[in-house]
């Protein structure tokens, strides 16, 4: 079974920064784009960043310029740098995952559990 588990939220004041990791873990044969995802009270889900396996990256346009994604393929690990946050960051974070399981089955999406972020004025 394949598990995503985030790490690395909290609290901070506007104007700093955090990071987030996402570890996935389990059985797999691929793993392909990987993103993070936020969701404040009362909101839609929306997309923040995403990594293709090659290392393309898409951003939401509120972060362009703030928030940096990376990973790294051997850890099968996801990072989002959040810097110059704001309390509009404020949300719960989650992180996505395009996982192959068996060459026998199609690519599946997987997401983690959540991580809140709370930025203070």
């Known amino acids: 079974q394949v598990q995503l588990v985030e790490s690395g939220g909290g609290l901070v004041q506007a104007g700093g920064s955090l990071k987030l990791s996402c570890v996935a873990s389990g059985t797999m044969v691929t793993l392909g784009t990987m993103g993070w995802y936020r969701q404040a009270p009362g909101k839609q889900r929306d997309l923040v960043a995403s990594i293709r396996s090659g290392g393309d990256t898409n951003y939401a346009d509120s972060v362009k310029g703030r928030f940096t994604i990376s990973r790294d393929n051997a850890k099968k690990t996801v990072y989002l740098q959040m810097n110059s946050l704001n309390p509009e960051d404020t949300a719960v974070y989650y992180c996505?995952?395009?996982?192959?399981?068996?060459?026998?089955?199609?690519?599946?999406?997987?997401w983690g559990q959540g991580t809140q972020v709370t930025v203070s004025s």
């Open positions: 996505n995952a395009d996982v192959q399981t068996s060459w026998y089955r199609q690519p599946y999406n997987y």
